[in-house]
């Protein structure tokens, strides 16, 4: 399952590099995220309450950076345990690009979805779904939180 | 003639005595049974497919509410307890024997698949089991997952004794000779085909009630099994090393097994172990999603086929390269299924005089794969009958005209296949012909052109299956591998007053046993059915029998009751001799009625029946009181039913759904002791026979996880996806058992897939398609239509 | 830990207080989809409110429309008589959910607040013009649905009618998924005099949505022929076991063929 989308954003990179390391940033982006507390340079302990239809279950995990190649992106992966529902991760593979004329920035990713237990066994036809709407959701909020930033 | 006899006997078809009971919603299932003192038991379960176990733990857990024990992999270690067996073994090409890794009932140190059992947790209610499991902390280090089988070989090692993770390798038939056949051959065909992988869904859910009684030391297990006797043997000996006669196994009423319910799982032995533990009964019943990821699945099955043809269409030849998926442990069948049980029935319905096959048998991180409705048979049929009529269009002949020339002809019997089987009888054209007049195959293209004017693709396809059934003789199986007889067990008690209580080995879980073996008995005795009652299932009860599998019930356990009636009949015309003051040669027993010949003088069977419980005028010096025998009956061959299915689709382009729009099925079960009930079970047969080609697939994904585990995406077949069935017989009486039956439980859902598939891929072929793999869903049938366009275009 | 509150007040009014008084509390209408959920243990709401006795379920004509109560059964709207002659379509699109046992469980009101993807009734909702009508306001159906499961109606908002527009003509076609039998895809096809639209069910990742191409192509020709030079994109439709994007596509506009007749 590959899920890939960009945005433009009209931020010089670095601007949206540093965004994407700060946890305020994407503890707002990170949709139902309830909290995110950064354990080291790298690892970020997350809970979030997702609720799909009419599920709603806790998630408990960790959000993991990787790849790390400032400022031009890395692989944003977080992976929770939903008791009994089973187990959820998704990682993200992120990328910067600037255009110099401009001074704007696309931000580009590539997402891989994997879910474990009952989340898989009853809500296959869903997977896919929502793995693109949560990608969207993060990716989309996060932009929306840098352009309204940078507009006030 | 009797009026009785004529109403209930073989040959009729009465009414099943048992619907009452289940139509009403009666039926005594396992998970209705409740016992004081009664715990619940629910075990948590992998969610991943393969890993290693770092650490459980169970703290939180044993203080949960309600709990009263929680239990690990350690602990059954501790107490030594056995893990399930399988039950029939091959030996590997490389003189090597099958590879049987351990398989602990709850896991130790790694988990195999997603549903491997990794802890229990008994409680007082099954809430407070789960809410307590959800305590549980499992830390696993996770190991890449294997579940591409045919590829298997390159992943991960899923067990350290079954290296390259092949259980066995395994071959039959002479392959030189068998290859010299495909070089020298005017045509060979080339194929390879799959089959599906099946989840069994048995209507009732597996579940266990066990109980220990401390003061005789003894356990009594309610379980949803298909065989007790060999459930008991299993734990007795394999699992607690106890005298059988301290385990009581009772399988009541059954929702169904298709399989399924052969094999003697964890859970029920678990159950048996904690209410010693205990000391208290414990039950667990398994919910919709433990089904689809615990019970053993089906099928699960890829062939590589040669045909080699001379210049005149006949075959000279077939070699089969299979690969089969058995799954994270082997069960009790897994290995027989796609080896004996497959590769000797290659010869299907023709004249083969040089066959070859090889069967490899992988390891993946899935539920195990085991017997499920015709259980290699229709594995063989299925590559056997898609070979046949792809043969038949490539070489431009009629596909029911090359079956012909090819069919073992009918003087040819008993009939030496070159993979191991006698056939003892068969008569091929008959059936053939018989289901092409049913269909009216004659005038097919005239509804095929019809159906194009509606823009509809209407094709036909048949498949001219045979199917082994009761397995035998045990010595035959011993040879092979199998590690159980195979003979089956009957007691007929005759009661004081006439009436009769027949106790069986045999096991039905919805197969209309108290019928059936009733009318068996009502016919040879001359009395009404229902002076007859057929008691089953209980192994305190019942002599000690293999149960039922492999439509073995009627022909092995049918023939047990028949021969144990014969010898009730003996003993009575012993005491009729000398109530009538007559030698025994003398005596006639008909209708009911034991008459000295040429005279008015008889006895009534009822009259006999109480001398021989109130023996104030009996023969004591010379015979013993009492009127009951038993009987175990080895049969000295398999049973081979055989028969022709067709059946005719249209194919919606616009959407690629395929209607079965009819079809015929004709049979040679040999004689029929129920007619109605054999149709019920082609009918059965051929439902479970249409998911399998057109509905259910089950599908795991790249790591493990299954994804089809429930209805919203597991597809059952149901009444408005079939047809009105045209049902028809032929009859050749089977030659080695006395009731001339053969058996007709599995015969349909081996038959059915190759028709279904042959008759789509007809319909498709003025497209330019040529093959289509099961199951043939709306979406595959579109793209194929599209791709052909696509090609056409070009 | 499993445990929930189970209160069943007699009106709406009782209902919302109700819901109120619990921390994460759930409307409770016919349970096929919320009940399993809780079985499942996928949600653990502290209450539930069944709002079976709040008297929810009429049917009635309201020239223009016709309004059906939230807690009106599947089965019912399938065999109401002013269903059937004012919008027969909507008959037939309640008579083909589920079995029997669900269509007699099943309402209008727990099919819409929940917005499966998969389900019937949002496409009837979408093409013929409805209004949601909840305790606080009316809601247009454009309006409505927001994405896959996501509606307009906010914590605690009860669905209590909705009317759905009279159309000259109307249709519903569904594909049903061949395991769970609701739609691979649906499609509903309304005719009003000022247009037709189309609203599609079971394919779009976002949950239901209204096809503006065959809506333009309809409106000016409600014939089946007018869809024939139709390129339906695959864009954002559902991927899953049973059928990708580019089938979704096609029987999209197969069904809409078979629907404008
Ligand atoms: C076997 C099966 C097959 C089915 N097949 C189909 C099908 O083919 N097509 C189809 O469309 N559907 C199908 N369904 C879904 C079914 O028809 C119901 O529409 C659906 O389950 C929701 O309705 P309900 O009344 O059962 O709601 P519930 O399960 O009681 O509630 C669902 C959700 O809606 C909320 N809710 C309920 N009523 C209101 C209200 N008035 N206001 C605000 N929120 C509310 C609840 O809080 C809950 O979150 C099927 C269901 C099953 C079990």
Redesign the pocket.
Known sequence: MEIKDSYELPLPKERVWAALNDEQFLKKSIPWCEKLERRSETELAAEVKLKIG?MSTRFTGNITLSDIDPPNGYTITGSGKGGIAGAASGSARVKLIEDKDTLSTTLSYEVSAQVKGKIAQLGSRLIQSTAKKLSKNFFGSFVKQLEDMDKS | MNEVTKIDGIGSSVRRTEDKKFLTGKGRYTDDINRPGQVQAYFLRSDVAHAEIKSIDTKAAQSAPGVVGVFTGADIAVDKVGGPICGWVVPCRDGSSTKEPPHPLLAQGKVRFVGDAVAVVVAETMEQAKSAAELIDVDYNELTPVVDFVNADKGAQIHEEVPNNCYFDWELGDEGATNKAIERAAKVVKLSVRNNRLVPNAMEPRSALAEYDSLDESYTLHTTSQNPHLTRLVLAAFMFAIPESKLRVIAPDVGGGFGSKIYVYIEEAVCVWASKKIGRPVKWTADRTQAFLTDCHGRDHVNDVQLALDENNKIIGLRVDTVCNLGAYLSAFSVVVPTILHGTLLSGQYDIPAIYTNVKGMATNTVNVDAYRGAGRPEATYLLERTMETAAKEVGMDPAEFRRINFIPKDAFPYQTQVALQYDIGDYEPHLDKAMEMIDYSNFEKRRAEAAKRGMYRGIGMSSYIEACGLAPSAVVGALGGRVGQWESASVRVNPTGTISVFTGSHSHGQGHATTFAQIVADKLGIPMENVEVIHGDTDKTPFGMGSYGSRSLASGGSAISKAVDKIINKSKKIAAHLLEASEDDIDFKDGKFVVGGTDKEKAFGEIALAAYVPHNYPLETLEPGLEENAFYDPTNFVFPSGTHIAEVEIDPATGVVEVVDWAACDDFGNLVNPMIVEGQVHGGIAQGIGQALLEDAHYDENGQLLTASYMDYCMPRADDLPSFKVGYTNTPCTHNDLGVKGCGEAGAIASPPALINAVIDALSPLGVTDMSMPATPQKVWKAIQESQSVAAE | MYSTKYIKPNSTSEALEAIKSMGEG???????????TLKQRLASPDGLVD?SGCD?DSISDEVDAIKIG??TK?ASVGESGLVKKAIPALAKLAD????RQ??N???L???V??N?P????PSAVLALKAIVH?NTRSIEADEFFTGMFETL?EEN????AISFSKPAKANYVKF?NPA????MVGVFVAQFNDGVRVAVTGAGEGGVFRHAEMEAALSSNYNADALSALEISSEGLISDLHASPEYRANLIKEMTKRAVV
């Open positions: 009419p | 759930k409307f409770l209408a016919g349970g096929m989809t919320l009940i399993p709002i929810l939230a807690m599947h083909g959910i589920g079995d669900v269509r469980r099943g309402t009101g727990g099919s607040a929940n499966d998969s389900a019937c009734y909840t109606l908002e009860i669905i209590e049903p769970s039998r609701y739609a």
